[in-house]
């Protein structure tokens, strides 16, 4: 389930025209690449439960993507962290999968990033969703 999901959420950036249009298909899992050009995006999934009632698995998962948004310049990171989020908050579905997605958690990386990463905004997305079948 873990990686329909991400491959959902993938599908869903590269098909939004203003994130298209910043990253094209800069879009990478878990690292950027040093040699990479940017703006480029790197995405992980931090976590993905199960939820339980008392009867055992209700079906429904709380996922948590986070997407890291790294630019040249800081404020071209911040313009992209505003495509991304623009995006994929407050959407209603990822491809065949029924869900809700928003904003959890906003960061600018600036200040404690590395050199490569110093113009950096990493936004974690919490996504609940059903499971299939």
């Keep these: ?49 199960d939820d339980y009632t008392q009867s055992g698995k209700s079906g429904l998962r709380k996922a948590r993507i986070q997407i890291d948004c790294v630019a040249k310049g800081y404020l071209e990171a911040h313009q992209l962290a505003d495509a991304v989020t623009g995006a994929m908050s407050g959407k209603k579905n990822l491809s065949s999968l029924r869900a809700n997605i928003f904003v959890a958690n906003e960061f600018d990386r600036s200040e404690i990033a590395p050199v490569f990463l110093e113009n950096s905004v990493q936004i974690d997305f919490e996504i609940s969703y059903q499971e299939a079948g």
């Design 1 to 49: 389930m873990a990686a329909s999901l991400l491959n959902s959420f993938v599908e869903e950036l590269t098909r939004n025209t203003a994130v298209a249009a910043l990253v094209t298909a800069r879009i990478y899992p878990k690292t950027i690449p040093q040699d990479a050009h940017l703006p480029a995006l790197a995405y992980q999934l931090i976590s993905n439960p």
